[in-house]
């Protein structure tokens, strides 16, 4: 974890940084714009807001979490969790199909 | 209907509203709207009998399944924060003395540090949007 750098890497390391947290703060301008921009398709909305947020994510996975420069090991752990939360997901999905919608909805 | 109620009702229900031994209380119902907009102030107090109710609840999580998510999700995230707040000023305030004896350990430490808050910062970036602004 702790690789000895040299000051000039650190420099540079520090620029990154200064430039991601810069991409983080436009992602979130756009975020909270979108709430103003009305769109007429939700699935649209909510599309557009989940792929700003996971390019955030990205970002902050990838640079400020060093995933971008990880060995292999690291990787193979990630590509578990992905699945059980894919996995988690899909459990929710189908519970949902097990809920009688039209017998009940709001006591009606 | 829409409209307010008078006071503080934020965790009010019908026990609660009943053990006070209040008799009524004030509903204020929003204005009707004309033309998409409210129309001129009439914010006329209805008391409303609390005898006559048949049902009351606040924004509680017990009110609807939403709130009930809603604030297991934000409450969860609140606890990660202050843990992770808590860890940072620890390092901050008492991680100086290690810098002199074990300065790897202590970068270590602080790295760890880093990876746990920079989690709770991506749980965050999710649940903004979508508790927020979808």
């Given amino acids: 974890m702790s690789d000895h750098s040299s000051p000039e890497q650190l420099k540079k390391d520090i620029r990154v940084y200064l430039t991601i947290f810069g991409a983080l703060l436009v992602g979130t301008v756009l975020t909270v ?3 103003y921009v009305h769109l007429t398709s939700v699935p649209l909305t909510i599309g557009i807001a989940l792929t700003i947020a996971t390019v955030k994510a990205g970002l902050v996975a990838g640079y400020f979490m060093h995933l971008i420069s990880e060995k292999k090991a690291i990787y193979a752990t990630l590509a578990t969790t992905a699945f059980f939360f ?11 199909h097990d809920f009688p919608f039209h017998t009940l909805v709001n006591g009606k | 209907m829409t409209g307010h109620i008078e006071g503080s009702p934020r965790f009010w229900n019908l026990a609660k509203v009943t053990d006070r031994k209040m008799e009524t209380i004030q509903f204020i119902p929003d204005p009707p709207l004309h033309e998409g907009k409210e129309a ?5 107090v ?29 409450g969860l995230h609140a606890l990660h924060v202050i843990a992770g707040a808590v860890v940072m000023a620890y390092l901050f305030f008492f991680g100086g003395k290690m ?7 202590l970068t270590n430490r602080i ?3 880093g ?8 749980v965050w970036i999710f649940l903004f949007p979508v508790l927020y602004l979808l």
């Fill in chain 1, 33 to 35: 714009g979108m709430y």
């Fill in chain 1, 86 to 96: 894919v996995a988690l997901m899909g459990l929710t999905l189908w519970s949902m």
């Fill in chain 2, 40 to 44: 001129a102030h009439e914010h006329k």
């Fill in chain 2, 46 to 74: 209805h008391p409303v009998k609390v005898s006559e109710l048949a049902y009351l609840s606040a924004y509680v999580p017990s009110h609807h399944p939403y709130f009930a998510i809603y604030f297991a999700l934000t």
């Fill in chain 2, 99 to 105: 810098w002199k004896t074990q300065p790897e350990r």
């Fill in chain 2, 111 to 113: 790295e760890v540090a």
């Fill in chain 2, 115 to 122: 990876l746990f808050w920079h989690f709770v910062d991506l």
